[in-house]
Each structure stands twice: as structure tokens, then as C-alpha cells.
């Protein structure tokens, strides 16, 4: 179980490579294996030893992105022993980790970091910190769980005295190796499952042309300058839908023309009035209306309900009260109406 030095470099260069979508991935796992003593039956003057040791480790992870992310952990490498005595070490972990999909629910990583580590045998003892890298693969089960293959390799993990062995002033420098296999637990990752629209069903009836105009207060959707929908306001979006369904317009399309009023300079009012606007056609694409049928205009506070009675107003709320029925989105749905006969 040896890995040749330049996987270091192999790591470090994955770990830069650039992200393109956010995981925001807390995760926990657990894993057994299998730890390698690198050289403890080569030291002068041991004759019996054994280099082979069950391994186990625990970790907490956060994925940065889909394709980086870091852990930290504690690894148990084993107990050995030399002439009978115990040879055991363990430590802590702490990489980078940098993942590649390759295939659906299958991907490889791979880790570089540090292994703070404390070693007891050969009748003493050592606590250092040494370099790691990892090579792994990974099978996503379900949105839970994981299960996941590692291997890894830590450079002079100890460097203890061999002088209860022999009389010679040589030290024993550990190079040690660690497989294990894994399942890891990710509480709060879920799949992005694309909205489907839900069908409309049609009747062959006599067309006749329907053109319907709906205004909604902006007061009723949205926080005042906010263009993110308020719980009452999707209802209100709710019932609009059903007053659009209900006039069936086949083939339609509809504008949705949002306004403002005039607080606030002309640039954050347009901008403002476009971005409600493009919420309100989001949620009836949402609902079913074909996207290439739905269009969107902001205007601002072009056109003002209030007209100028609302000039000698100073106070500040007030004034917002005063100018609330500026503030509206228009849906302008025209189609073609298959009437019953």
C-alpha cells in the first residue's frame, strides 16, 4: 500500500480547479478499513512485528461548490506492535477535497492537506504533523447517503528512537498508508427536480376572441421596493390564474406590465417594475401558461393612477399610502375562447 510523492502535486492541482454550481453541502461519515505500517519490520533488531492494522475514521465535510470542498476529521490507523509491544497512532485530519462527476451518481475525488498525528511504540512516543493526500470514489444512494472508497498516503508520520532495539542511532521515520470504505450522511441535500406544467384540458367548441385586463396591487404582492412575492400574494397570483383559466383562452398570450410609483430615483423605479413584473410571469409560466406566450414590460411610474393629488404630501408614509394605487401589475391576457353551445 504505497502511493509514489507526486500525488501531492496530482491533488493540489484538482483542487484548483474552478466550480460552476453551488452545493452548499454539510455532510458526516464514518468509515473502516485497513492501515499499513510502512518499514516497522525492517528496523535493526526487530524480528517479529506486524505492519498490518484495522483502521477507522469519522469526518465532518461542507462542499463549497459541486466540485471543492474541505473535511475534517479523526482517523484511528491502527495498533501494530514490534517484538509484542503495541505499535498505535491516530490523529486528526484536515484537507481540501476536489471532486470530478464522471458518471450519474458516480464520481472520483481527490484530497490534499495535513495529518496531526501521535504515535506510541517502540517504547516511545511522537506527535507531529504531517502531509496527506487521498484518492476516492464515491456512489451517491439517494439524497441521504453515500457510499464511498478512500485511499491515502501520509509522508513521516513519526520519527521515533530505535535505541530500545538496538544500539544504532538511525530513527524510525513512518511513511503509512490507510484504505477504508465509508457511508456518508448529507442531512440537508436534496435533487433539483425541473417544474412540470400542469396540462390544460381543452374542448373543440365555437372560438370566440377574449380579451381580459386584470390589475393587482403591488401593496398586495410585494414588501414596498421588494420584488420577491408574499404569501398572500401568491394566493392573489392563485386566484388571478383561476380567473385566466376560467375565461380559456386558447392559443393566448399575455403582457405583464408592471408600474411604480415616484418615490425613488427613475432608474430603481424601472428596474423595479420590471422585476415584479418578470415574478408574476414567472409564477403563471409556473402554473402552465407556455413561456413563449408570456412577455413582461416595466414602465416605471409612467402613468400614475394618482395623478397630482398627491403633491402637498410630505410625510414620508403618508405619501407611500397615498401613492399605493400607482403601484400595480397589469396582465393583459388575449386568446381565443372556445365557448360551449
Not at 390589475?215 to 383561476?242: C, H, R, W
Request: with cysteine; charged share 20%; net charge negative.
Amino acid at each position: 500500500m504505497k502511493m509514489a510523492p507526486s500525488l501531492i502535486a496530482i491533488a493540489m492541482a484538482t483542487l484548483g480547479a474552478t466550480a460552476a454550481n453551488a452545493a452548499d453541502d454539510v455532510y458526516f461519515g464514518a468509515g473502516v478499513g485497513a492501515a499499513h505500517f510502512n518499514g516497522l519490520n525492517n528496523i535493526n533488531g526487530v524480528d517479529d512485528g506486524t505492519e498490518d492494522a484495522a483502521a477507522a475514521n469519522a469526518f465532518v465535510g461542507y462542499n463549497f461548490t459541486e466540485n471543492f470542498g474541505t473535511e475534517l476529521g479523526y482517523q484511528y490507523a491502527g495498533r501494530g506492535n514490534t517484538e509484542g509491544s503495541r505499535y498505535e497512532n491516530q490523529g486528526a485530519t484536515l484537507s481540501g477535497i476536489a471532486r470530478l462527476p464522471v458518471a450519474k451518481d458516480l464520481s472520483i475525488f481527490a484530497e490534499g492537506g495535513a495529518y496531526w498525528a501521535h504515535t506510541d511504540g517502540l517504547e516511545t512516543s511522537d506527535t507531529r504533523v504531517s502531509p496527506l493526500a487521498g484518492l476516492g470514489l464515491t456512489y451517491k444512494l439517494n439524497d441521504a447517503l453515500d457510499l464511498q472508497a478512500r485511499y491515502r498516503y501520509m509522508w513521516n508520520v513519526s520519527d521515533l528512537s530505535t535505541a530500545a532495539y538496538n544500539t544504532s542511532d538511525d530513527n524510525y521515520k513512518s511513511n503509512q498508508s490507510v484504505a477504508t470504505m465509508e457511508v456518508v450522511y448529507h442531512p440537508f441535500r436534496t435533487s433539483y427536480v425541473e417544474p412540470v406544467a400542469a396540462p390544460v384540458v381543452e374542448e373543440v367548441v365555437a372560438p370566440v376572441i377574449v380579451e381580459k385586463n386584470f390589475t393587482m396591487s403591488s401593496d398586495v404582492l410585494f414588501a414596498f421596493g421588494k420584488s420577491t412575492l408574499k404569501p398572500e400574494g401568491v394566493d392573489a397570483l392563485n386566484g388571478l390564474y383561476q380567473q385566466i383559466i376560467d375565461a380559456q383562452p386558447k392559443d393566448g398570450s399575455a403582457v405583464v406590465v408592471g408600474y411604480s410609483d415616484r418615490i425613488g430615483s427613475d432608474a430603481f423605479n424601472q428596474k423595479l417594475s420590471e422585476a415584479r413584473a418578470r415574478t408574476v410571469a414567472d409564477f403563471l409560466v409556473g402554473k402552465g401558461m407556455a413561456a413563449g406566450k408570456v412577455s413582461i414590460e416595466g414602465q416605471g411610474e409612467a402613468n400614475p393612477v394618482t395623478g397630482n393629488q398627491c403633491d402637498g404630501i410630505k410625510a414620508k408614509a403618508q405619501l407611500i399610502s397615498c401613492l399605493a394605487p400607482d403601484r400595480r401589475v397589469e396582465v393583459r391576457v388575449a386568446g381565443v375562447q372556445e365557448v360551449q353551445q
